[in-house]
């Protein structure tokens, strides 16, 4: 049985910084996209990045481009999420997701994965 946990929310203020980690257990991540997606209160689950597994080639949302950096780590079947720069806009719950295929391609839909932690909180005060 395939495990995402999500670690390393918290409280932070503007400007400050975080560094998400997501261990899977069950499967191996090598080989499998692996995203990280958000939810504020009361708005729909989104995309935030992804990292394939080919040249680890990452994807962000326009909206933490240039703040945020994905990064995976086979060898401890981990990926992880450093927020720089964070904004009171980043505030929500933090999901880690690992795709349905092994080999797949890299797609920001929610669809496209298969299993999902069960997210951590990130509070960012102005």
């Known amino acids: 049985q395939v495990q995402l946990v999500e670690s390393g929310g918290g409280l932070v203020q503007a400007g400050g910084s975080l560094r998400l980690s997501c261990v899977s257990s069950?499967?191996?991540?090598?080989?499998?996209?692996m995203g990280w997606f958000r939810q504020a209160p009361g708005q729909e689950r989104e995309f935030v990045s992804m990292?394939?597994?080919?040249?680890?080639?990452?994807w962000y949302a326009d909206s933490v481009k240039g703040r945020f950096t994905i990064s995976r780590d086979n060898d401890r079947n981990t990926v992880y999420l450093q927020m720089d720069r964070v904004e009171p806009e980043d505030t929500g719950v933090y999901y880690c997701?690992?795709?349905?295929?092994?080999?797949?391609?890299?797609?920001?839909?929610?669809?496209?994965?298969?299993?999902w932690g069960q997210g951590t909180q990130v509070t960012v005060s102005a």
């Open positions: 069950g499967r191996t991540i090598s080989g499998y996209v």
């Open positions: 990292i394939s597994w080919k040249n680890n080639n990452a």
């Open positions: 997701a690992q795709g349905q295929e092994r080999w797949g391609a890299a797609k920001r839909y929610g669809e496209s994965y298969g299993y």
